[in-house]
């Protein structure tokens, strides 16, 4: 049976510090997670907003030749406003209330995080204009493979860094064109070739689903497949998209994914994959592992969201850590025979 | 200057026949173009609509046991129709009013072609349901690279099949997750990699734009590069993609790509690309090279539109093979100072 941590969240928005003068936190959730040596990694998206002077309209942008996210302000009356409360325009030029960044939290118990003293990763490049969200993090071949979520004028991308250290990273390029999102390397080849789970939108016919990828040097990918979608009338019914990179039990490749609802409400739910086939899908969540039960979930920046981006396992326990509300980090444990329950197996 | 052929349209719906009973041909359009031996190859779009009995809505299917084109056909009673007319919906199910295949036309003097006697390719998979669209075709290492949209409910996907001979083709899978289209080959390896231009489709901030890719094995695309976008105020200010695969000039890399304005006209212009970093983008068509002008280019099944897919270039002389109002294949030839021309150089 999962648990939640009795600790939850682990981590609020009041933890972190703000990456700027001007700017406020506002969330700090979707985390990626690693183990590196006895510790665990917690990869923080830190989201922020400008604060706002009088008569003046703010929002965080990257200020590219300070390699920092400053807060800009124009007067409120050149400022045009429609549709999605979360961007406005000046001048034309689009721009959004809020940008994300990276920071790193370690811990040695998997439950008490000490952030470090200053943003892991900043938007660095126009890929990352609108900033970067969402990492997963999957050890493969000795390195830490980051995938992240860049947004910018020119769509949302699937971007790729290494580290070895969660202490500097290097950028490895654009792994999917827009729009695409929620990608997850799996922990070793099979069958002699790297395999990425991912999630393009399509704009006409398909809903936001499941795609899987191959790829002979794990950096370029093709023969693309799609995995999975979603299922009316279900708690998946609108959208889903991996959450923790897969990992391998003797059942078959084990997938915590996200699915959203017709309402808007997001669930994290299992999917079992064929262990050399991983296009094939074996078994999948009847219901979910865990749904917006608490308050931290049921309330907050986005309310109704669990959205788990990383997963730790030692031995047979698994510690989910998810975004709640888009505000907060939270742990939830299970076993493997508690995910395997939940699929009926 | 350029010219157009005499004899435009070179292909006409009636031109090509069927594929199968109960259905009747709407357009043969967007063909990609190909040099085959002393052959010139086009590979035609054809649009097929299914033939309506007395109060029944019809259009075609694929039928996977058959490996055919049919007619449906249903009662208009259970047929629901909102939003796009190309489109209806059946007990919840989506039904597209027209699909397409390939078929093969020759010629030996680029003007006069004969159509093959039977398609080239039908749609032949999950991926293919509602059809394949607008090939390109690029010789490359001895073989036909072809690259085409497959349309289905999972999406708009650019998948890849390989020709020796244009009367058999090996399907290789999906190259590009949903949306993308207008996806193109180098003809030869630069700096020891492979590379295309393609064009996703973003769903939110950006146009449908023209991005580059790279390959180590001509199969799997990474490191994803944004190369050109709409240009406001201009005929291009739309949505944008790539026509006919690039050719190498002494001034670097020739792409006619299509543009298409606010008001849904598509035109040709050209883009130069540089020779070892086809990423730059060093020149491009303030005006368009083609336009629509010609009856047959201004009225059809889509009028107002020139969408050319293949070029053949002979010397210095560049027959560009384009559709015509989505209903016929025209051509028009340019010698490459025409271009540099157009381009300003």
Request: charged letters at 25%; a neutral charge; glycine letters at 10%.
């Amino acid at each position: 049976m999962l648990r939640r941590a009795e600790e939850n969240p682990l981590i609020r928005t009041e933890n972190i510090a703000a990456s700027g003068e001007g700017l406020r936190v506002v969330g700090t959730f979707n985390a990626g997670a690693a183990s590196l040596g006895d510790e665990t990694i917690l990869l923080l998206r830190v989201a922020e907003e400008a604060v706002p002077g009088a008569g003046a309209a703010a929002c965080p942008v990257f200020d590219e030749k300070r390699g920092r996210i400053v807060a800009a302000r124009f007067d409120e009356k050149q400022v045009s406003r429609e549709g999605d409360p979360r961007s406005f325009r000046v001048g034309g030029k689009q721009f959004l209330t809020s940008m994300s960044h990276f920071h790193v939290a370690r811990s040695r118990d998997g439950i008490h995080f000490t952030p470090d003293p200053e943003p892991f990763m900043l938007p660095a490049n126009r890929y990352e204009e609108f900033g970067i969200e969402d990492a997963r993090i999957t050890k493969l071949e000795g390195r830490y493979y980051i995938t992240y979520t860049a947004a910018s004028r020119l769509g949302c991308v699937v971007a790729l860094a290494v580290t070895d250290d969660f202490v500097s990273a290097r950028r490895l390029g654009v792994l999917f064109p827009p729009d695409n999102k929620d990608t997850v390397y799996f922990d070793r080849k099979i069958g002699g070739k790297y395999y990425v789970l991912h999630r393009p939108s399509a704009s006409v016919f398909a809903r936001p689903e499941m795609w899987l990828a191959e790829s002979p040097d794990g950096r370029c990918f093709g023969n693309h497949r799609f995995v999975a979608g979603v299922r009316p009338g279900m708690w998946d019914s609108d959208r889903i998209g991996a959450g923790a990179p897969p990992f391998l039990t003797e059942r078959g490749w084990v997938e915590i994914y996200h699915g959203v609802s017709g309402s808007g409400r997001y669930c994290m739910g299992a999917m079992l994959l064929d262990a050399e086939k991983p296009w094939r899908v074996l078994a999948r969540s009847e219901k979910p592992l865990l749904e917006p039960e608490y308050p931290y979930e049921k309330t907050g920046f986005f309310g109704n969201v669990v959205f788990g981006c990383g997963a730790v396992r030692r031995g047979d326990v698994v510690r989910l850590y998810y975004g709640a509300a888009d505000s907060s980090v939270a742990e939830a444990s299970m076993t493997v025979e508690d995910i395997y329950a939940n699929l009926n197996l």
